[in-house]
């Protein structure tokens, strides 16, 4: 049995780079989840037509990281999809996103707190942790609060420095560990 695959989904980049770059680090697989309908009028309203068929197993696996976006507080479709098809083949995941809300912000309306208690109330024990990096932290002070800058910035190799980048190897120490 392989040890750890990364799962991603990603509309903009910022969880792909998110996905690769941990991929790359823990020198694991990595895989696209690609939805059957991959239309964002739907998925921000939730509509779920599921996701294609994956080529790698996750039963194959003992550590599956997943990595996609919050949308305003939502567990988006192609992940919900992909934890309640797998669920039972599961045995430790990891949820990783680069999303919009802040640290702050967590556990109102449309902070990413919500959505990280969906899925530890969905797996149980098999969610065994959850990490947010929010997009804020590549932005300069003077633009944290600027929603055009906020909505026009992705992760990057040049941007992927300074508060993220610290808490990024943080959490890259946890994955080792584990």
């Not at 990595?67 to 992940?79: A, E, S, T, V």
């Not at 109102?108 to 208690?117: I, R, T």
């Amino acid at each position: 049995m392989e040890k750890t695959i990364v799962y991603y989904y990603s509309r903009k980049g910022s969880n792909k780079f998110l996905a690769e770059r941990i991929a790359k680090d823990l020198n694991c697989d990595i895989e696209k989840i690609r939805p059957r309908l991959n239309i964002f009028f739907f998925m921000l309203f939730s509509l779920n037509f599921g996701i294609k068929k994956l080529r790698h197993q996750p039963e194959n696996y003992e550590r599956i990281l997943l990595c996609g976006p919050i949308w305003m507080g939502k567990f988006i479709p192609p992940l919900k999809s992909f934890v309640k098809k797998y669920k039972n083949q599961i045995s430790n995941l990891v949820f990783v996103t680069c999303c919009g809300s802040t640290f702050k912000n967590k556990d109102d309306k449309f902070g990413h707190g919500l959505v990280f208690n969906i899925i530890k109330a969905e797996l149980g024990e098999k969610c065994v942790h959850c990490e947010a990096f929010p997009i804020g932290l590549v932005l300069p002070d003077e633009q944290k609060d600027d929603s055009d800058a906020f909505m026009k910035t992705h992760l990057n190799k040049d941007n992927f420095s300074g508060e993220i980048l610290d808490r990024y190897e943080k959490f890259m120490m946890k994955m080792r560990i584990v």
